[in-house]
């Protein structure tokens, strides 16, 4: 703490930190004294914790160079129903950092939040609100809003609060009974929306008006139709319309942009026989030695209890009926448990491994195909953590990113001849070929998280003289400006280098915001249309210049 400054007696400054600290251990007890039972032992805890904070004994929050920000305060899991009403001499505005997750909460008082006036990021996720807390619109410099797991809904009303957030760049409203996406054009900084299995029916079309939007997730929610000009304003690759009820022909133009193969969402081919949870159980544990076999159970039980596994566990089944569990099950069995022991043990990454099960799948070689970009963004995991424990980082990363290209390239080599095959009048089967071009060329190019088996490999129909101009080709681009091209466009990748040049892309930002800023001023002044088109000028220009910002830094880190 700062005991003097503008002239100010350090005994004087003593003094009003003994008064405010006197003020909050009273209200606390107060708070405390308020419940009884369970309860009140759960608030004597929180309390404890909020007074620690207050003397800044809680974790630190550093910014991207490592530098202090400010101070986190982390409470999960303590249903103390309610908070306390903090008196306004109280200050945690040396607190950026706020999670008040499954409290059971069901508001959020002013007079508690108020306090926390600096707040770069805010979770009160898995609590039981009800609509968006008034108090948000004052925090100016909120980065991070979630509000996952919730009750909240926005049809009747919560949209002017959430618009008036116009420097939060990530909001979370996942899981919540949101109904009715309003308009958020307000937020003009925004750059993930989160919104996945929020009962969804409709949203309103000018939130295409933010323009540093990036990624939406709509998945699971009610949506039949889709806001003119929706596939205008968003890069396709960055939507998630998984699970709504969309006709066949809004389905048909959304797999035609993100380039999805008809074979992987039209239900053409055979579908599996489910497995029952005992047989998977028993078939994950089939090679697991005497000394082993405690443990895998054990944990085999934590996975069925996680949140949201279901979709994992059924991959892991199906997984059971593909041809490299049949023929080399051994070695499949010591991946997934590396996998599965990984995830159980870091959060982040199981939740990630979850989402990714949920993607679609159809025959038995579409189900290897998921698990392989598991398996890939596994190795990304452990990749990270070398990188993190190594004297040289970056080569680590870019030696991944080398074999992540690598299988690109395959990727494109194999759509390519599928596409010849299709304009000659052949039938082909897209999983079946690609599949085969990524397990033949696996070990020749180091391809990352392949199966080392398949049960239609003779269906591809591919000679040896195709998978020897498949490997030349994949060479000739990893010598070209390609390489650089893929690697700056990884999101791993980029974050990197936005840690390294923390300044270069910050300054790159702030050009773009101070010219939002000009424009916003406009705002009312001109038509809508001229507004949404510069809008979406703006938010490109951005983009492009981000990109080749990374581009040009990755190209300088390959020399």
Known sequence: MQLANSGTSALSVLVRYQEEFNSLNATLEAWRRAASGMTRRTRRGVADQLRRCWRRQTPRALDETGQLRGYRLDIVGARVSQLPLLPEQISFSHVTQLTLQGLHLSEMPDAFLARFNRLRML???????????????????????????????????????????????????????????????????????????????????????????????????????????????????????????????????????????????????????????????????????????????????????????????????????????????????RRVWSMLEAALAHTELRAQLFELAAGPRGCQDTVANNFSALEVHFLLFRVRAQAAASSQPQQVLLAFARRLFRLDQVEQFARADMSARQQGGRGVDEVEVSLAYRLRLARELDLPGQPTRMFYETTARIDEHQYRAAAEAVRAAEASEALARFISTRDFWVEHLRTLHTTTFMRTEQRFEARLDTLMELWGEIPDNDMNQRLLALGNERTEALNALAFNLTQYALK
């Open 123 to 333: 979770n009160l996720g898995d609590n039981r609100l009800t609509s968006i807390p008034p108090g948000l619109s004052r925090l100016s410099t909120l980065r991070y809003l979630l509000l996952g797991r919730n009750r909240i809904s926005l049809r009747q009303g919560g949209g002017e609060t959430l618009s008036r957030l116009d420097h939060v760049e990530v909001l979370d409203l996942e899981h919540n009974p949101v109904e009715v996406l309003p308009d958020l054009s307000g937020m003009t900084r925004l750059r993930e929306l989160r919104a996945r299995n929020a009962d969804i029916q409709a949203f309103d079309a000018r939130l295409l008006r933010c323009p540093f939007l990036e990624f939406l997730d709509l998945r699971d929610n009610r949506l039949t139709q889709l806001p003119e000009g929706y596939f205008q304003m968003l890069r396709p690759d960055r939507l998630m319309l998984q699970g709504n009820p969309l006709t066949q022909e809004l389905w048909q133009q959304v797999n035609a942009l993100v380039e999805v193969p008809q074979a992987q969402w039209d239900g053409e081919h055979m579908l599996l026989a489910p497995v029952s949870a005992e047989q998977n159980r028993q078939r994950w544990l089939l090679h697991a030695d005497a000394s082993a076999r405690p443990g895998r159970e054990r944990a085999w039980g934590q996975l069925l209890e996680a949140p949201d596994s279901a979709q994992f566990i059924r991959l892991l089944g199906e997984l059971t009926q593909t041809a490299e569990f049949q023929l080399t099950g051994a070695d499949l069995d």
